[in-house]
């Protein structure tokens, strides 16, 4: 199955670009300014850091259990 991950090192508007919702929930977290935020599905992290120039990462969903759901 072809991840986005596999592919070679891209910005996150190309990522976004490429990027197959899986509608499985993710948590971010932006080391940059302490904030932690749910997310739809992975691609809608990348596209959220493409639109709005951030770094959110994936981390565990559980660290996202005190936010209410989306």
Known sequence: M???DTLPPLD???KALA???SRRR???FNQATGELRRFLDR???IEFNCE???KFKKIKKSYCNQ???I
């Open 26 to 28: 993710r948590c971010g």
């Open 67 to 69: 936010i209410p759901e």
């Open 12 to 14: 996150s508007c190309s």
């Open 2 to 4: 072809w991840q986005i």
């Open 52 to 54: 709005y120039n951030t």
């Open 43 to 45: 691609c809608d992290l």
């Open 19 to 21: 990027c197959i919702h």
